[in-house]
């Protein structure tokens, strides 16, 4: 019943955990202990609860348990540590937040494989039992050793009200430029076996295997491009927020991703690269994009902080991530929507980066004209000054 709705439940979890992000937020800004240990008791009891939940067969408490309470812990637990590696790392901050970030992506390669050997070894109900008490342990030594530096105050007239930032143009451009980021990594990271497959099948070595010796011979390959991709989304987290520590403006960050994402989608266009087995080409479009992808998770805190303050990161940047929220929901089922509507169902997949191409132009545009009321702001504050 569980495994079964494995999918629709994860990116219900994404949805709350994400929503709970945005109206969170200022809780988040004003109290760190407190934000932490909530996101812990959501998490454990999210994981609790659904334990019991699968044992008296209950498929509600699985939904409310796994998707909403957990994902209210997730949402509050992804906000509390950005803003105060910040703080502590104020000459670095792109680096903080691309290490914080890389944390966030870097569990689901630890927890997953965890995952699947206590399914094997104890069963499904038992190990959310064992999962809760470990990061029980975990998330308690957390709120424990957090805390914002010495002499930070929060100050309540600081603090922008949501529907103040929601009025600004500026917003609105961010937010979209990151939905249509995150948009165009899930719909093709949903379709990347499908593609692998179909470009491995045209290699002669494979050409005539049967379609269980095909699925045997290839399983390695798909797996280590997999685990590459990880190391090109861990490495997009880190390297692009670092990168734009030494840049006049961190949106040139989210510009180079854009023209990045595009080039390589432009290179699969002109040299049909799936139709045509181009694995080098295909590989160079997953992982750069992956890349991409990761980048501008760990970009954006520092990008709202530019723009926004500091003092007022956690509103802005849990208001933000609900694009994550719908980007979870649309990324997939706009993958198979264009895949299974393709004119030419033989280069399906091919019919897929054109769109993605098209989707990454708008967000160039749109990040590009964030920067561009950026430098008008900054030159309108020094004619003010002058």
Partial sequence: MFVAGRTNNREE??????????FLGPFVEKDIKKSALISTVCFVCGFAGTRVSIAAGWLPGVFISYGVIMGIGLGVGYLTPVKNLMLWFADNKGLATGIAVAGFGLAKAIASPVMQWLIFTVGLAPMFYILAAVYAVMMLLGFALIKRPDGYVYSEQARIRRRDIMKKPVF???????????????ALISQEKDILHDVLRAFPQYANLSPAKFAAAISGIIGLVLAVDSVFNTAGRVGFSTLSDHLKRRETVYQVIFIMSIAVCLLQIFTNSIGNALLWAVLAMLFLVNAGYGGGFSTLPVLLDQHFGTKTVSTTHGLTLSAWAFAGLSGNQLASFVVAHAPDQAHRYAALIPVLTGLFVVALISISLVKYLGDRNVTKAVEDRG
């Fill in 13 to 22: 979890r994404i949805l709350h955990g994400q929503s709970s992000a945005a």
């Fill in 172 to 186: 609105w451009a961010i937010w979209l430029a990151f939905y249509l980021n995150i948009t165009c990594g899930l």
